[in-house]
């Protein structure tokens, strides 16, 4: 009672820190609770309950949790968004600290240049990304089959294909993300004192041993941060099946967004759709939970 | 240190302010009945109900304001208006198994309307606003079953006479198969059908009925409540090789092309089924097309004019107004109307005496759609969950063009599948 | 300096192979747009031509026009509605998450460090979900087809990951300038203004960014809390193109232009700001 007065009327120094502390933060949080939890709360909720016709709802405990997940399309999305996981994620945070390491070595205009390039793609929203590649896979009309017939390859089906379909997109997704990630590396690049690579080179370091003794080490973090990032981002794939694929061919890229989505609000299934929630949701939080764990020891340079 | 508090309150209190200010509701206006439809590619006809409302606002003193609600993602809208309660439609453009079945949004219709459309429909779609041998909707489109476009010149050109088109799927292969054109690495550069082979899978098993229909396979059984044993009858595994053949043994359809209707308004492909809008489209969009229609080609039995979408209007069980709704679409239900609306867009009218009439008679698709509609009618999939069914059952269709396996077993999975969603 | 092996290799990598690397990926960074952008330029011809050309034969700008002007996606109030949404929800979120971010670095309070993950762990929630509950609010407040919907909804996703790469930043600030300032008799909001804002800039200024650019490419609440044309952003408007029977790619590249090239000018302007945000913020929460 005693801590809820001070709130109100402070009396130490210490109070009004406090109070000065929950006023900042309330709008974020009133607004968060509004428009945020209170929803989250509801699904999860919704999660134990069956809708009914006409609109009610009735308690089933764990139910539908048995049924999603003795679901073969759900794994299936599952096993797909896994696929595309492992496709994308280390094409681009590999591809994206290369890009990052050479930038770096350039002098300072052309870095600008080249940097504001590669971001480019991130300015584009998903679905116009989507659609920009949906064209360039096109099988009949698209740019990159008249490419391969020129070089005397067969022309693919890309989005078209059972085996290619993945592929394809985990490149848009590449394409997509470059830009952001180097920037991320880019900047801790250029956050490391020059002091550490004179000292190194005194000591006879040659490149290739600073690339991997001082370099790498003091990227570390950020390298994970943007690996945990990525595979969030990936994990929550949806704008771009839902404007180009819709989980085709024959279910080939039905990630779990889209099926969550589709079980949600074309077939009604609000409950299953709940659960299929909670799972993204458990999944995504125990690596944030190792990240965060990662990320709390502070990075000393 | 009371700046803190003060500017923090300031703060505060302007995004208060601003929200306020923002979220003025629109101003209240005169009194009107609110239509929802997802048919974008209808615009004349869903204009003409505000029109015809201006007309119905002198004598009720109610005005149509018509929504149009963007096809993709038009359940989840629907879904959470009609839940609301605020916010919903009065009346709206739907499907009577979904909305007055698996939930109970829909007003039932008044005896004496329910006389009047009975009376006045084509027998096969009499079931279409009903749920459980209760009526609730009034039927709005005629031509929604597929029908066999040809290319004239692509038929000539093959040796094949554009007025005589092949009536049994046996000669519709032969005919597909001179039809197609292959370059010298073995790649087709024209082919006979234009399939439809992406997209969600429910418009794939649209698109795949008629080829089971002919065969005399079915969905789901009579009763609706089992689907092993009938999506999976040998009669359907058939009607799957027969349609999977087309692309993997004959080559007479590609998966290479992209939209099927493209792919026929292009000189692509020399077939195509599709609905009876599909020709006004085809003048916009391949005008230089010289096209014939004919009813689809049957096998041991005929498709028959049948749907997986039964469009309908349906009246808000919730809305206020619900008596003033089906004042108005009593307003509209006659003969005279029925005609203009769907002459409008170009599409057929439901009214059984508007069949004969003279803009349906100038129509290309006029004799077709006589003959069609001659046929037995074909089953039908009106159940509540029958988006998800089509789903289950069109991955095997898929499957089965994409190689992904034997139909037979990709058709057995999608029973199995289906079972699940029909005893939930 | 001793000239090692070490040398000899960085001065080839700094060479040949670090131009060669650096051209290929622009071509595939930067080749899309091209080609999109060469295809908004087509006419329906020479889209459709075989052998695929790469230059259209004949120029025409009337995908644009279309594309601007048309009735059934007119892109001209697309691109005001994303703009709105897009402005008002950046400043709305820097507003909140500078007040927010601040506390949240500098005062100790019970629930700090939860509120902290939580903000983090929004981050992992799928949002279709929130699309149903949220739906029913809208409709309930009567908001459905108003900006005021896509605003508060964007908000949502913006404002926990704005805080939270905020704290990092004021973290990052040292805190003797303000307790001078605070001993001079400003109070901590004075303080914030005049001492921690013009410091944090650059942070401020990625995190404004972070939310302009992912409400302007947001679709989901887009698509379902819009239903009149007229309310529809960019993302939105270039979804409902790809019709049910056919894409228009003419009409459809162009519009891909129109909603990309504002924010990729923005973006080139602002990119070193950002570098400087993205880098600090993220990191050290």
Redesign the interface.
Known sequence: MGRWARLVLPRTYMD?QR??GF??V??AVAYFTAVYFVPLVESLVGSFYRTL???ASRFVGLRLYE?VFTD??FWNSVWNTVKLLALSVPATVVLALAVALGLDRLTLRWRSLWAAMYFVPFAVSLVAAALIWQWIY???YGVLNHALSLVGLR?Q?WL???DEVLPSLALVNVWARLGFDTMIFLAALQAIPREYHEAAKIDGATARQRLRHVTLPLLNPHILMVCILELIFNFKIFDQVYAT????????SQTIIPLLY?T??????LGEASVMAVFVFAVLLAVTLVQWRIFRKPVEY | ?????????A??AA?VL??TA??E??PAQAKKLVYWTHW??NPEFNRWYETKGKEFARKSGYEVEV???????Y???Y??????K??APDFFNGIAH?WC????FCDRMPPDLEKVWSENLPKYMRAWGQWRGVTYGIPIEHGNFQQMYINADLFRKAGLDPDRPPKTLDDWLAAMKKLTVFDPKG?PTQVGFAIR??????GITDKFLPFAHAFGARMISPAQDRATGVANSPEMVAALRFFGDLVTKHKVAS?????P??AF??KRAAVIFRESWYFG?LKK?GPDVSFRVYALPCGTSCPGAGNLFPWSNLVSKASPNKHVAWDFLRFISNAKDDLEQHQLQGILPVWAANLDSSYVKSRPDYASTKEMLAQPVPPTYYH??S??LA??FG?AV??V????GQPKALLDEAAS?MDRILR? | MSRGRGDTAERVLRGPVLWTGITLLTLFALGPFLWVFLTSLKTRADL?ATPLRYLPVELTAANYADAWTSK?TPFSRFFANSLWVSSVTMV?TT??SI?AGYALARFRFAGRNALLLVFLATQMFPAVLL??PL??QW??????D???AL?YSNLSFTVPFTVWMLVGYFDAIPRDLEESALIDG?????A??RIVLPLAAPGIAATAIFAFVTSWSELLFA??FT???EMRTLSAGL??MV?????QWGQLSAGVMISTVPVAVLFTYLQRHLIRGLSAGALKG
């Open positions: 009004r109070r000065a006023l900042f309330l709008p016709p006409g609109g049924l073969s399309a096109d099988p009949v022309p089906q078209q294909s059972l694929t819709q989980g085709g061919p024959a279910g080939a589709d949600a609000f074309k077939y009604f299934r | 240190m009371r700046r803190t508090t003060g500017g923090a309150i703060v505060l995004a601003l929200t923002l979220a509701r629109t974008e590619q929504v149009t609600i963007p096809y993709q993602g359940e989840a809208k879904l959470a208006a009609l839940m609301g605020t916010g979904q079945g698996q939930y109970d790649e082979h992406k997209g969600h899978p429910v998966l290479a092309f992209g939209n209707e493209d308004g292009q489209w969009n509540p969950k988006n998800e789903t289950a991955e898929v499957g063009l994409y190689g992904k599948r939930e | 459709y059934l709305a507003g909140v007040l699309i149903a739906l029913s409709y309930a407040l009567g908001l459905i108003t900006y005021q605003i400003c109070g901590r909001f004075g914030l203004c698509i379902t239903t009149q044309t979804l409902f019709g049910q029977y056919e894409i």
